[in-house]
């Protein structure tokens, strides 16, 4: 009979999810608790909801972190960096919104998001046909996308939210959000396993079915992050780089005709190249993030001591540029390195995945978060043109959270079946070591 030695299933469990990162929720709790106390006796009346967020923002944290871990080997260490960007939104909004009721709104939606994010742990574990599944998701996504045409109505120049009124209460909601995770599972689900031409191009055509809605809905921001995953998940499916550079060639091409054709991009592009031109109309926006940057210096002026109010969205847009005045410059770099380490995690779980399948998924999910990131960080900054994305996880705004939690839950769940294979594939070295055969 073989004989076992060394590691049993919780040191295995235990090695696998790597060592508990103390260090980080620790930091996490003090970041929590400092923060919030702050904004709770910055004034001569004591903010009773802010020391609320005090003891509630670690509890939760704590609950989430632990309920994770029973269910499945999660990476502990990137569940911990969500929960500090989603504090990060909470201190901010709470902060520098008007109503306070925005934080407590946001707060709901973080925790329908990590609701969310739980589901697409489970769901990506599914030992489905994921192929024949990807079928019934393009058939939900296509009338998801198209809905704004039918519920919704143009805001900001644009015709991407929906309006649902239920038992009084409406709903307002953003569909390509919530399309967002379930264009990569259909994309990782066609390009897998060296897929042929009419598969690779049965999945291309449902992304630009999706990105011609788009452009109609004018969501420009979405539309840049359609193609743009779209390209990167058929490169690396297929390692056609002529193909991919073709691909890309197409969209610059697309996107001449549109500035050609449509006043609207010609005017952001304008408003992009000299927003001083017009300071206190179209450039507005941009040159109050701008000077709400550079107000902040590299410490920024303090919780409550800047004036965010002045940028028009400086709660779901451009919240960057108020994070820069209130926190300043290094916090701001720090913040970026948060999203890079959660980048790097996210590359190598696709790395370390078992399947083309999973690999694609979570490369995904990565590349769409990553250049979400850049993009809507660029348009603060004014690196690139600001379109109407959020930053992720940080940002105001209920469907931007709950897809964004569901695509990272996608990407969890990846995770823990890398962990469960080494877990097997670390019993199987035990049992040979053993003597069995």
């Known amino acids: 009979m073989a004989r076992r030695r060394g590691l049993d299933s919780k040191t295995l469990k235990r090695a696998l999810t790597r060592a508990n990162p103390h260090f980080l929720m620790v930091a996490l709790t003090v970041f929590q608790v400092t923060a919030m106390l702050l904004l709770a006796f910055k004034s001569e009346t004591v903010d009773w ?9 670690p509890l939760a944290s704590y609950m989430i972190l632990k309920t994770f871990i029973r269910l499945w080997p999660v990476d502990r260490t990137l569940v911990i960096l969500i929960l500090f960007l989603c504090s990060v939104s909470l201190v901010t909004l709470k902060d520098i919104a008007k109503s306070p009721t925005t934080s407590n709104t946001q707060a709901l939606y973080m925790m329908i998001g990590f609701v969310a994010m739980g589901f697409g742990i489970a769901f990506s574990r599914m030992r489905i046909d994921w192929r024949k599944a990807s079928y019934v998701l393009m058939a939900l996504a296509i009338p998801m996308a198209f809905s704004p045409f039918i519920l919704g109505d143009w805001q900001y120049g644009a015709l991407n939210w929906i309006e649902l009124s239920l038992g009084g209460f409406t709903i ?60 990167a998940m058929f490169y690396a499916a297929t390692s056609r780089l002529g193909l991919s550079l073709t691909g890309i060639g197409a969209g610059a091409a697309c996107a001449v005709a549109a500035y050609n054709f449509l006043p609207y991009i010609q005017k952001r592009m304008a408003v992009f190249m000299n927003p001083w031109s017009d300071p206190m109309d179209s450039g507005y926006q941009i040159v109050q993030a701008l000077i709400a940057i550079g107000s ?53 779980i696709a790395m370390n995945a078992r399947t083309s399948f999973h690999s694609l998924v979570a490369f995904g999910i990565a590349f769409m978060f990553a250049l979400q ?47 469960e294979a080494e877990a097997n594939d670390l019993r199987r070295m035990e049992w040979r070591e053993g003597g069995g055969i």
Do not use: W
Not at 49 to 57: D, K, L, P, S
Not at 308 to 330: K, M, Q, T
Not at 394 to 417: E, K, P, R
């Open 49 to 57: 909801q802010a020391i609320g967020y005090a003891v509630f923002m």
């Open 373 to 419: 990131t850049l993009v809507i960080v660029g348009g603060s900054i004014h690196l690139l043109p600001l379109t109407g994305i959020t930053l992720p996880l940080v940002s105001a705004g209920g469907s931007s959270i709950v897809g964004t939690m569901a695509g990272l839950g996608l990407l969890i769940g990846v995770s823990t079946l890398n962990a």
């Open 296 to 348: 902040g210096g590299l410490f920024g002026m303090g919780l409550g001591m800047g004036l965010p109010r002045n940028i028009p969205l400086y709660h779901s847009d451009l919240i960057f540029a108020a994070l820069c005045e209130e926190f300043g410059l290094v916090f701001a770099v720090c913040l970026l390195a948060v999203y890079a380490l959660i980048f790097m995690r996210a590359v190598s």
């Open 172 to 231: 307002t909601a953003q569909p390509s959000e919530f399309v967002k995770p379930v264009l990569v599972i259909c994309l990782a689900a066609q390009l897998s396993n060296h897929p042929g031409i009419k598969r690779a191009i049965f999945g291309v055509s449902f992304a630009a079915a999706l990105c011609g809605v788009l452009l109609l809905q004018r969501d420009l921001g979405a539309l840049l992050l359609y193609f743009l995953t779209t390209v």
